[in-house]
């Protein structure tokens, strides 16, 4: 049986294409089971997909007034439900990142299960400011990739685990 692999996305194409040209490198290539997971935004930007390989997750930011951020909360913890049944049926060996507020709570049960399906997790920063989320993890991630060679301040302690690999490019076909 293959490993399967979750790539997580959400939100802005910025984090969400860089994530389907890795998503299809990986299918392309038949290296693993591979699945990808995001949001309702996020999903916008996703073309020609398998769509049992694609998975959508409830997310929101917590940014605006008090109705906002009431409805916002519920859509967290229905994304933190939806993301346990999808950590239990797939039992992902490999997690990579992109970011987003719609990659928390996938993170967040991370944090939980990596002890009993030996996970591992790889953070994959495209903007030269490291966003929150990936900020929070980088202390779980066993690698973080960046796409700029530049000093990142947020996570400086993380140095050692740093490298410089730019964005996925979308694969061309013959």
Known sequence: MKNN??????????HVIPAVNFFNYINNNKINNVYLLTDNRGRKY???????????????HLAGNFIFQLKATIKLLIGLIQSVFIFIKLRPKTIIS???YASLTPLLCFIFFRFFFKTKLYIHEQNSIVGQT???????????????DKEYPTIN???????????????KKN
């Open 5 to 14: 692999i979750l790539i997580i996305t959400g939100g802005t194409g910025g």
């Open 46 to 60: 996703i073309r020609d997909i398998n769509e049992k390989k694609i998975l959508q997750i409830e997310s929101s």
């Open 98 to 100: 992109f970011g987003s």
């Open 134 to 148: 990936n900020r929070v993890f980088a202390k779980f991630s066993s690698k973080i990739f960046v796409h700029f």
């Open 157 to 171: 302690k993380y140095q050692k685990k740093i490298t410089v690999v730019g964005l996925p490019q979308k694969i």
